[in-house]
């Protein structure tokens, strides 16, 4: 199923229960039986109806509400939600409130709510209906041609993305020279050397529809050998490109006599997005701050008579590289001897909430790329520099999807350029409630993490279990 044909399929979903939602609305409100008053208000209530439909087949088209565009998280598909239902409902208001046409608030509060309701269970239905087909077969089965994060991250990409209805079923590993001096992982099936023909034979093995190639190094004769028999025995043959870093930008291809040329462009932000931004952080950092200080005095105040000082300064590295002093709790960061009370004030980020006063000042926005010490920074390749080119925030991406200080600046500099590509007010305002999740669920998804170590191996625990079915070292040989 593409991209285009998933949305098309949510979008009518979607107005289907709109219609559901508004009768159920105006019989929770009004009854079964009407009498000639309700009439005239259900008569009212219609065109804000119509107006609702209207504006959300806009929504859908600006904005990413089907849930899999950036990979399936319940956490975005929640929040993107409901922002775009609560967008809605302040429109509908506003409207009756300039045209002065009485309408019943309770009923439209009633539909906002049935809407956001069946909105989420729709996508959890789609979602578990694609899973279900991914489980039951019948889809696009994948072998990755490759090694290293690329392929990992691939696999994983895949994952997150059951609309492709694409199933990795194999991890084709080419020889690097290091194979024979390390023993198979944990989990995983047999290594073995192979010509280039064998190749073609394990693949028809597992009935490989595709094979996709992410390499690290050029094309070699024997890889064009493999890429011919494998389209001349019916197998399509995907490539994701070398130097794939520098694709976490935003691209144009030219088509120049059958030679694809890309244009890359730097990812960041255009001064109307920074104005924006800086205006989001002004106004809802003010609300945020003084809605934590009923929770940080009382901290401080702990803080103060147990470790003698209650706030900290520490130097980060900002917009361009700048140094500043970053304010936050007296809390030590995965200390095993911290207190339990301290354990949870780090698990929680409520270290972290004295940091809207560095948002007020203009030195850190509430959404961007984690600010990192001097001593990180001054290790930062020329491609994980591009980080710095906003300011940094209080939570992004990056920690959304589980990557703390602990995790490599690498790692967390995919998630930030990611973020770059798409960044909006839009974009901000569903990370800051993502956060909300994240942070709510964050106990139990390390519980499981644990669990998951433990039972597959801590070598082993970025790996898919489907991926790592069939390895075979040498694949490219000849």
């Not at 409520?350 to 560095?358: A, F, G, R």
């Not at 591009?386 to 940094?392: A, E, F, G, N």
Request: net charge positive.
């Amino acid at each position: 199923m593409t991209q285009r044909r998933l949305s098309i399929s949510v979008l009518i979903a979607d107005l289907a229960w709109c219609v559901v939602a508004m009768g159920s609305a105006l019989a929770l409100r009004y009854g079964v039986h009407w009498s000639i008053l309700d009439k005239e208000s259900v008569l009212r209530l219609l065109p804000f109806f119509g107006v609702a439909g209207l504006l959300w087949v806009l929504f859908s088209g600006l904005l990413p509400l089907d849930g899999f565009r950036g990979g399936w998280r319940l956490s975005a598909v929640v929040s993107q939600l409901l922002l775009a239902v609560g967008s809605l409902m302040l429109i509908l208001l506003s409207g009756g409130y300039v045209l002065r046409s009485y309408v019943s608030r309770l009923a439209l509060v009633e539909f906002s709510l049935l809407l956001f309701a069946g909105f989420a269970l729709l996508r959890i239905v789609f979602y578990l209906s694609l899973r279900a087909q991914l489980n039951n077969g019948g889809v696009r089965r994948t072998v990755i041609l490759g090694s290293g994060h690329r392929a990992r991250e691939l696999a994983r990409k895949f994952d997150r993305h059951p609309e492709m209805l694409c199933k990795v079923v194999g991890l084709l590993a080419p020889d690097d020279g290091t194979s024979s001096s390390r023993p198979p992982s944990a989990g995983a099936g047999a290594v073995r050397s192979t010509t280039t023909l064998g190749v073609v034979e394990l693949l028809l093995e597992q009935r490989a529809d595709e094979v996709i190639l992410v390499l690290d190094e050029c094309i070699s004769p024997d890889l064009l050998n493999l890429v011919a028999l494998c389209r001349d025995r019916g197998i399509t043959v995907s490539l994701v490109p070398m130097f794939y870093e520098l694709y976490l930008s935003r691209f144009r291809l030219t088509d120049l006599d059958g030679l694809p040329v890309l244009q890359l462009a730097r990812p960041g932000l255009n001064v109307p997005a920074l104005v924006g931004k800086r205006a989001l952080d002004l106004v809802l950092g003010t609300l945020l701050f003084l809605g934590s200080i009923p929770v940080l005095l009382p901290l401080a105040v702990v803080l103060r008579f147990s470790k003698g000082k209650a706030f900290r300064w520490e130097t980060r590295c900002g917009f361009q590289g700048r140094p500043f002093a970053m304010l936050r709790l007296n809390v030590e960061r995965f200390v095993p001897n911290d207190s339990r009370f301290e354990d949870v004030l780090s698990e929680l980020s409520l270290t972290e909430l004295p940091q809207l006063w560095n948002v007020l000042r203009g030195e850190m926005s509430l959404v961007g790329p984690r600010p990192e010490s001097r001593n990180r920074v001054c290790r930062y390749s020329e491609w994980e520099q591009q980080r710095l080119t906003v300011k940094p925030g209080m939570t992004g991406l990056a920690q959304v999807q589980g990557l703390r200080e602990q995790h490599s600046s690498e790692e967390k500099t995919r998630c930030d350029l990611q973020y770059l590509l798409n960044c909006s007010l839009w974009t901000d305002l569903s990370l800051l409630l993502q956060t909300i999740w994240t942070l709510a669920t964050r106990p139990v998804v390390r519980q499981r993490s644990v669990v998951d170590i433990e039972d597959t191996g801590a070598a082993d625990a970025h790996v898919e279990p489907s991926v790592t079915k069939n390895i075979f070292e040498n694949a490219h040989r000849p």
